[in-house]
């Protein structure tokens, strides 16, 4: 195991030293949910709980719980829980057959980072963890449905997930969520967003709404050692603030 920092220091999180290792898109995804201290939250797909962290660690008293396949991520995210100080549970089950200490969980908050990709689209990863994280044989609607059912009404969901999955993950949420949301992250000014933050409201109203693009790095190339984060991503990945989406 290895201990990684985030937030500039204030989460540590430990982490195996080979497979599926946490970057920037869980604290992207934490960082949006726009949850108040006292409601509660639920992931998906916790892994080794670094969204669960990032948010409990940002918003405070919240009742955190996570879902997670695999038993030695669902384990590392309670150490990880526990050892930044925040209460939560974490249970071991599939988002396919959830468990019924899930469907009886009704909460405030959803969020979720499924596997960016079809397995049968893609070179398989050696590490049994690593595949499991980057192309879960679960369907993506299936991780949707699961969210609209745990919320309660005009409670939210918030997925990060690849931009050409975009289709298939706007239809799923549109079947069981209103109020839709999505936000382009771009790498850089003039360069084709990769991944989509994506929002909705159980019961929500209002018009779908598409956001312009946020810039992860700034200037046109990576041409030095060391990081090129926009200011505004620097406050959320080093400052631990929040990232609202637009108004």
Same mark, same amino acid.
């Given at each position: ?55 409990? #660690?940002?918003?405070?008293?919240? !009742? ?23 209460? @939560? ?29 079809? %397995?049968?689209?893609? #070179? ?15 369907? +993506? @609607? ?11 009404? !005009? ?76 200011? +505004?991503?620097? %406050? ?12």
């Amino acid at each position: 195991m290895q201990r990684s920092d985030f937030l500039g220091g204030q989460v540590r999180l430990w982490q195996p030293r080979e497979g599926y290792r946490a970057g920037i898109d869980p604290v992207l995804l934490a960082a949006c949910v726009p949850a108040k201290a006292g409601q509660s939250v639920l992931e998906l797909g916790c892994g080794a709980g670094p969204a669960l962290c990032c948010l409990g #660690t940002r918003v405070p008293r919240l !009742r955190l719980t996570g879902l997670e396949i695999q038993p030695a991520y669902a384990a590392l995210a309670r150490r990880n829980l526990a050892e930044n100080r925040l209460s @939560g549970e974490v249970i071991e089950g599939d988002i396919g057959a959830p468990p019924g200490a899930l469907k009886a969980l009704t909460v405030d908050h959803v969020l979720a980072n499924p596997p960016y990709f079809e %397995t049968e689209r893609r #070179t398989i990863a050696p590490d049994a963890g690593r595949e499991m994280a980057l192309a879960g044989e679960v369907p +993506l @609607g299936a991780w949707v449905r699961l969210a609209a059912k745990r919320l309660r009404d !005009r409670g939210t969901a918030t997925f990060i997930q690849r931009a050409e999955r975009l289709p298939e993950l706007l239809a799923s949420m549109a079947e069981g969520l209103g109020s839709l949301e999505l936000w382009p992250l771009a790498p850089r000014e003039g360069r084709a967003p990769r991944l989509i933050l994506a929002r909705g409201r159980k019961g929500g109203r209002a018009a779908f709404r598409l956001h312009a693009p946020l810039i992860l790095h700034s200037g046109p190339a990576h041409i030095e050692d060391g990081e090129d984060y926009t200011d +505004l991503i620097r %406050t959320v990945l080093r400052g631990g603030e929040a990232l609202n989406f637009p108004p």
